[in-house]
């Protein structure tokens, strides 16, 4: 009788324990359905952070509450939770889409869809690095998956949303940039969380000092100072260069608000408003040069440079690389031609100039300080 009775009672015991598991359990789905971060933030602050060269950057004040972000127009609107999912009541029908949606858009005209661009995996930290490993102080990202929904290349993938937190004086606006023919997202958030030491100075840097413009006998320093505009023979980017230096026309000061060290900047005119940081020039290291074609020095020479790790085009995120060319003709082009390469995130922009003829087909001209411009 004893047995039964202990039996009876552990069996209550267990009934009751289950009950309460059960409860717990459907508390915690309904959090998550209603989009509550606090299941997140369990994590702790480490879990929305990053460590390296010395570095520690805390984004977790930026936790709890969905930021607001644009693309510049008025058909979409976008939601970020920070290293969580989205809460926030307009937010509600992106965790219905997915109950771990960080990174969601919102169709606000010619329809009412929802797109899941990222989600917040609770049990795994995301992938966190510089947005330019070169340039540590411009900030640093993590990424993101979303739904396999995304259709831009013909079946379905998932989308893929980085979160780039970039080193600014005072929390900005929200920015979303995005290539309509990729699955890819990048979301600036403007902040001084992510500011290595102490915040930038307002409005762009001043440029580089000109350091290593020559090479072999071949000096293109006249060429520095002015920004470039170049076109690649269409009408929907326009494309500045600063030979062996940072960019400081006024036409692009997007490009270096965006990456001060910008050398070589892609700036969309129509269709949008985004810029991209194809190359950066690095002071404190002279670029790697070489001739254009080591078996026929007479074509020229040219130099490389990277960019920011913002490039989807092979599937997965890298930095865009481009190739300034200075090519030997007899007259100094006025601006440059840009070529798409056929290796994804490659570009080479192509500058007609004299001083990149040897000295036999140069003669006095190498020496000249100034140099007459003709148009491509």
């Known amino acids: 009788m004893r047995a039964i009775a202990l039996a009876a009672t552990l069996g209550a015991l267990l009934l009751l324990s289950g009950a309460a598991v059960e409860a717990g359990s459907s508390r915690l789905f309904r959090r998550a359905g209603h989009a509550a971060a606090p299941a997140f933030r369990?994590?702790?602050?480490?879990?929305?952070?990053?460590s390296a060269q010395g570095e520690t950057y805390d984004l977790s004040s930026l936790m709890g509450t969905d930021l607001v972000?644009?693309?510049?127009?008025?058909?979409?609107?976008?939601?970020?939770?920070?290293?969580?999912?989205?809460?926030?009541?307009?937010?509600?029908t992106c965790v219905l889409v997915d109950p771990t949606s960080s990174v969601c858009q919102l169709q606000m005209q010619g329809g009412s869809q929802t797109f899941d661009l990222g989600n917040w995996n609770p049990s795994a930290a995301p992938q966190w690095s510089f947005i330019?490993?070169?340039?540590?102080?411009?900030?640093?990202?993590?990424?993101?998956?979303?739904?396999?929904?995304?259709?831009?290349?013909?079946?379905?993938?998932?989308?893929?949303?980085?979160?780039?937190?970039?080193?600014?004086?005072?929390?900005?606006?929200?920015?979303?940039?995005?290539d309509p023919n990729s699955c890819a997202y990048t979301v600036v958030v403007p902040t001084p969380l992510a500011c290595p030491s102490s915040p930038p100075p307002?409005?762009?840097?001043?440029?580089?000092?000109?350091?290593?413009?020559?090479?072999?006998?071949?000096?293109?320093?006249?060429?520095?100072?002015?920004?470039?505009?170049g076109s690649d023979g269409g009408s929907q980017y326009q494309y500045y260069l600063s030979v062996c230096g940072t960019l400081s026309s006024a036409a692009a000061r997007p490009c270096v608000q965006y990456t001060p060290s910008a050398s070589a900047c892609q700036l969309q005119v129509q269709g949008g408003a985004q810029a991209f940081?194809?190359?950066?020039?690095?002071?404190?290291?002279?670029?790697?040069?070489?001739?254009?074609?080591?078996?026929?020095p007479a074509l020229g020479v040219q130099y490389q440079l990277s960019g920011a790790n913002q490039c989807w085009a092979s599937g997965a995120v890298q930095p865009y690389q481009t190739t300034v060319q200075f090519q030997c003709v007899r007259e100094q082009s006025k601006g440059f031609k840009v070529q798409h390469d056929t290796t994804p995130c490659s570009t080479t922009f192509i500058v007609g100039t004299p001083l990149a003829c040897p000295e036999a087909e140069q003669g006095e001209d190498r020496r000249r300080t100034t140099i007459r411009l003709t148009e491509n």
């Open 69 to 92: 972000g644009s693309d510049g127009t008025s058909q979409y609107q976008y939601y970020l939770s920070v290293c969580g999912a989205v809460s926030s009541s307009p937010a509600s």
């Open 42 to 50: 369990q994590q702790g602050n480490s879990a929305c952070g990053f």
């Open 132 to 178: 330019n490993a070169s340039a540590p102080a411009l900030g640093v990202q993590y990424q993101l998956s979303g739904a396999q929904q995304c259709w831009a290349r013909g079946y379905a993938q998932p989308y893929q949303a980085t979160v780039q937190f970039e080193c600014a004086r005072e929390l900005g606006a929200v920015k979303i940039k995005h």
């Open 202 to 229: 307002p409005g762009p840097s001043p440029p580089a000092p000109v350091n290593g413009c020559s090479w072999n006998g071949y000096d293109l320093s006249s060429l520095s100072g002015s920004d470039l505009v």
């Open 277 to 296: 940081d194809v190359g950066n020039w690095n002071a404190a290291a002279a670029p790697q040069w070489s001739y254009i074609s080591p078996s026929v």
